[in-house]
């Protein structure tokens, strides 16, 4: 066993192991995604039983071994008590969590991602813009980070600085005049356009600033959704519960 590690970072989810164990998926600042396990934090009595739960955020410590981490303490920040007393904080809040697990890689280190998911669940806690703007934000801004920003500055054809409908073909927008000759355009408000913007070039502090009307947020769902669901070839067994919710 390897020196004691403290790593800052999120839980992602858990599942049990044997009779009384954990087993972990971290995202951390340090090591990106890591696999960790916490002896006996099924038991009430342990002390890791309340740390080693999903979305807490603070500092971990832990032990590297050859094919795995030992957790054996945290320091927590945040636990995000308002997102788990809440049904669909949870769904969302496990989507986020299902969707960084499956995209990011082991032991590669990423602080933006890792802010990306801090923000989302603190907005998903203070309940001031609904969650399915929420998860389309988080979608468009992830793609952006991982290298996948839509093209929706410019026509993705021509370059003409006035897109005006989505095509998923083209990977971006594109403006009245190149639509003319592509099957699959989407058409989209100038609103639409820049609130699709505003996600791709904003700090990540800044993304949860804004509420949209119904017809933007329609627009912005169909597109968001088409585009993330094009990059992001994957069933989240949260967005399941999350349409029986609906």
Avoid: W
């Amino acid at each position: 066993m390897k020196e004691k590690l403290e790593l800052k970072g999120i839980i992602l989810g858990t599942s049990p192991v044997k009779d009384y164990d954990k087993r972990l998926v971290l995202l951390t600042r340090e090591r990106g995604k890591i696999t960790a396990f916490a002896n006996g934090a099924r038991k009430v009595s342990s002390a890791l039983s309340g740390i080693s739960e999903p979305f807490n955020f603070g500092t971990f410590t832990l032990y590297e071994g050859y094919d795995a981490y030992r957790f054996v303490g945290a320091d927590i920040d945040e636990y995000f008590s308002d997102v788990k007393n809440d049904i669909e904080g949870i769904c969302y809040g496990s989507y986020f969590c299902e969707v960084l697990e499956h995209m990011c890689v082991e032991g590669v280190g990423d602080t933006d991602v890792l802010n990306l998911l801090y923000v989302s669940l603190k907005a998903l806690s203070r309940k001031n813009i609904h969650g399915g703007l929420i998860r389309r934000i988080f979608e468009l801004k992830l793609l952006a980070l991982e290298g996948e920003m839509m093209a929706a500055f410019s026509c993705v054809k021509c370059g003409k600085e006035e897109p005006a409908f989505y095509s998923l073909s083209n990977n971006g927008l594109v403006c009245s005049e190149c639509a003319r000759y592509i099957a699959d355009v989407y058409p989209i408000s100038e609103s639409t356009v820049y609130t699709i913007q505003y996600i791709l070039s904003s700090p990540i502090n800044k993304l949860y600033s804004f509420q949209v009307t119904d017809e933007v947020f329609a627009q912005l769902d169909h597109v968001a959704g088409s585009y993330f669901s094009s990059h992001v070839n994957k069933k989240f067994k949260s967005l399941d519960i999350l349409s029986a919710l609906a």
